[in-house]
């Protein structure tokens, strides 16, 4: 069985804090996993002693952040072709950390680091995007009177004929949803009465015809 005591990575952190130009530190989680991490731009590597098939290694792993809903997001290569698996390395549990820490700059530093700043890009857009997707559909919620429905999902909606419930009685007025995205929105209504839909569809139009003309 291979075994790493803790001042081995307290040993690894200092010399990655030597060797680059970072301010390493060695963290262990809640279920005893150790990872080596840079505090200033948050990335972390993750380290697996041993195990299955790892006898007398260590496996050396970028250890991906998660987005606020605790998912991990998926990178491309820029430059067009598939996704971006996180880099790692495997060492021989015998080295000392000195040997370790070289390794770990010399084969997999930087690609740790490239895919951190994709993955860290990607986490904030995917965030700025529920963001204006949540404001929006609040946005249009208020007009409605209504309230959100899935408000954090990928498709929130919006029933535009919620309070008009009480006002409506009997009267045919067809039914529809708001479907809300991040800078657009799809009105779908159905069985619209023929004069109604008459109606809605002169204030479609002249309301489409005055924007245009706006940001002609």
Request: charged share 25%; glycine share 8%.
């Amino acid at each position: 069985m291979t075994n790493v005591d803790t001042d081995f990575f307290v040993k690894i952190a200092q010399n990655l804090c030597t060797l680059t130009d970072g301010c390493w530190k060695p963290v262990v989680d809640q279920h005893g996993n150790t990872s080596v991490d840079e505090t200033r731009s948050g990335l972390s590597l993750w380290f697996r002693v041993g195990g299955y098939g790892n006898e007398g290694k260590i496996t050396i792993s970028y250890s991906r952040p998660r987005d606020s809903k605790g998912n991990y997001v998926e990178v491309y290569h820029p430059m067009g072709g598939g996704k971006i698996a996180n880099p790692s390395i495997r060492v021989s549990a015998s080295k000392d950390a000195l040997t370790v820490a070289k390794d770990i700059v010399r084969r997999m530093l930087d690609a740790a680091k490239n895919v951190h700043v994709l993955v860290t890009k990607q986490i904030k857009d995917n965030a700025d995007y529920y963001s204006k997707k949540r404001l929006l559909a609040m946005d249009l919620a208020d007009i409605c009177h209504a309230k959100v429905n899935n408000p954090d999902g990928e498709m929130p909606t919006i029933n535009p004929y919620e309070s008009l419930k009480g006002y409506l009685g009997d009267v045919r007025m067809g039914y529809g949803t708001v479907t809300v995205g991040s800078d657009y929105a799809t009105i779908k209504l159905d069985s619209i009465p023929a004069e109604l839909a008459k109606k809605l569809l002169l204030v479609i139009h002249e309301t489409l015809k005055n924007h245009s003309n706006r940001t002609a």
